[in-house]
């Protein structure tokens, strides 16, 4: 119980040093968490400027705007402001030499002169030329009832007469005017917003210049373009310090806590955004009580865990009674990690076996995957006539079966492939390396490659069984012809003395009866009763005498005459059917 305590003694400070160093850890992170959201939102504002800033470029070198055509200038900018479809870019505009808008996607805009507006004086200068220049502290005034005032600033570019068109007179060189895109910054800072952080809100969010300009503010919209610096009577209605506010101004990089008038201390970070000459400073600020929440939860966490250090210690005792039978189980899961072993041993074994019966297979083995050969043992390389496995290893599947059988063996794979069932038996004809044809009995089943679903083909070489089958059909046509051809009565009959084969002048001899009904019948079928004994004598006669060969000829003597009406030659030679019955 001593050791007890004092473990649990130095558990419990250690515990409340953890717990300290956790909420340090808790607050670094939070600020840093907070920081991050920041730079991704200036990145992701400064992404959505890129596009509208070359879109003001490439428009700048319209011919129709350089040359200022009205009409097809017109026309160039509505196309160009339609096509983009970005609802944050608000207007095109296009001024003249003077300052004056000469055309715009904003039809009220038209006609008003911006000659001595910071943006015009720096498009006139040279240097400028081809450059960028972002002006600040525009506010929209939308006629919509429900929706406040909001910041705008534009994208402008100088406009030199410098592309060269036939519809007009030789470019002059000379600044014409200026281009400019109006982007409302509150809807790109709606539309990101969501992306960046499930518990952040846009109320969260305001940013100011660095002369401090509010630029944009979801929770005060009448503060949109007014200086933070002049506070009036209504400011501190709110705010008891603007303290936090000259920090953020100065350091223009950090974090800063402040109180507003009966509200929750907050922790506002902030972060700096250049673009082009534009220089702003986004803030973040949420509650200090969404930090202090967490904090809490790690003092929850850290009771926890004292609870159950002293669980633990209460349970050592039963966990020590129960050492023996963790050995026992550690025993246990070694002899199956032996045994683990010793089944992946016997695999590699099997798979030994097997790669060397493919290898020595007298037949085709092949496997295709994703239609092309991928193995092939040494039987499919000489029946196909190749050197060497490279040599077929990556070909199309289909390159090596004959044309007229291709659609048949796809039909067999893919089948095989979507049901993972074998395909029978079947004959198909291959082609070798050097083209020519031979023939084949294969079966296909479904296997795997590299994880891959792929088909294995196993064939043997038919090419000289079918010849032999094909001379032996010439042969056995060349019987029939010859006999079909004698005038004597021929007929072979099995064991069971049922026909098998006759020729026409045994057709004639039994009544006439066609070839079809006498086949596969007996003579009691066929002949009368007073004429089948004496054939049947003479039959089981020839039968019953051992030997593969026995001949017997019988004699039929006219009773009243002597003389011989027919003579009966019967034969015993042993012969099988295609199904190998004698």
């Known amino acids: 119980m001593l050791v007890a305590a004092t473990i649990l003694a130095v558990t419990v400070l250690l515990i409340n040093n953890l717990y300290q160093a956790n909420e340090n850890a808790v607050n670094d ?20 400027l890129r596009d509208p800033s070359r ?20 026309a160039d900018i509505h196309e160009w402001f339609n096509l983009q479809n970005r609802d944050y870019v608000k207007a095109i ?5 003077k300052g004056t808008i000469i055309c715009s996607t904003t039809e009220e805009a038209t006609g008003q002169n911006h000659s001595n507006s910071d943006f015009f004086q ?16 525009i506010r929209a005034e939308d006629n919509h009832s429900d929706r406040p005032p909001s910041f705008r ?4 570019t100088p406009v030199y007469q410098e592309t060269f068109d036939s519809r007009y007179r030789t470019p002059g060189h000379e600044f014409v005017g200026v281009l400019t895109a109006a982007i409302d910054l ?15 809100t846009k109320e969260q969010v305001w940013i100011m210049d660095t002369v401090g300009s509010v630029l944009t503010h979801s929770k005060h919209p009448e503060m949109i373009s007014r200086n933070i610096r002049r506070q009036d009577e209504t400011c501190m209605q709110c705010h008891i310090s603007f303290d936090y506010i000259d920090t953020i101004l100065a350091e223009r990089q950090g974090t800063v806590e402040y109180a507003l008038r009966e509200q929750p201390r907050k922790l506002a970070t902030f972060v700096p955004f250049r673009y082009e000459n534009a220089s702003w400073i986004i803030v973040v600020n949420v509650p200090l009580d969404v930090v202090s929440g967490l904090l809490q939860k790690q003092k929850a966490l850290a009771i926890l865990l004292i609870g159950a250090m002293l669980i ?22 070694a002899k199956q990690w032996r045994e683990k072993r010793e089944l992946e041993n016997r695999i590699r074994e099997s798979e030994e076996h097997y790669r060397q019966l493919v290898e020595s297979s007298p037949d085709l083995i092949a496997v295709c995957c994703e239609e092309k050969i991928v193995f092939v043992n040494a039987a499919a390389v000489h029946l196909l006539g190749a050197t060497s496995t490279d040599e077929l290893i990556g070909k199309p599947a289909l390159e090596i079966v004959y044309p007229d059988d291709r659609e048949m063996a796809k039909s067999r794979m893919a089948g095989v492939l979507a049901e993972g069932k074998p395909a029978p038996m079947a004959e198909e004809r291959l082609l070798r390396v050097d083209g020519n044809a031979i023939d084949v009995e294969d079966a296909v089943t479904f296997t795997t490659h590299l994880g891959k679903p792929a088909v294995q083909v196993v064939g043997r070489d038919t090419t000289e069984r079918k010849r032999i089958g094909r001379r032996l059909e010439e042969e056995r046509n060349l019987l029939r012809t010859i006999i079909e051809a004698i005038p004597d009565e021929i007929a072979v009959k099995d064991v069971e003395r049922r026909f098998l084969v006759v020729n026409p002048a045994t057709v004639r001899a039994l009544n006439g009866a066609s070839a079809e009904e006498i086949i596969g019948k007996r003579d009691e079928d066929l002949i009368p009763e007073h004429l089948l004994k004496e054939a ?18 019988a004699d039929k003597v006219d009773p009243e005459t002597g003389e011989i009406e027919r003579s009966l030659l019967i034969s015993k030679i042993p012969l099988k059917d295609s199904n190998g019955k004698i």
């Open 93 to 97: 505009s296009v001024y003249d030499a």
């Open 153 to 156: 600033f534009l994208i402008v």
């Open 29 to 48: 992170r939070f600020r840093e968490h907070q920081s991050l959201v920041g730079r991704h939102l200036g990145q992701q504002i400064e992404q959505s």
């Open 536 to 553: 049947k004598w003479e039959e089981n006669a020839v039968l019953a005498v051992g030997g593969h060969t026995q001949n017997r000829v």
């Open 186 to 200: 509150d809807e790109i800072v709606d539309a990101f917003i969501p992306m960046l952080s499930t518990n952040l």
């Open 55 to 74: 879109d003001v470029q490439v428009l700048s070198g319209y011919a129709s705007i350089q040359h200022r055509d009205t009409e097809v200038m017109t």
């Open 122 to 137: 720096w498009a006139t200068r040279k240097e400028n030329k081809g450059k960028l220049f972002i002006s600040s502290l």
């Open 312 to 333: 633990v210690l209460a349970g050592a005792f039963v966990m020590f009674n129960r050492s023996n039978r963790l050995m026992i189980r550690a025993q246990e899961e």
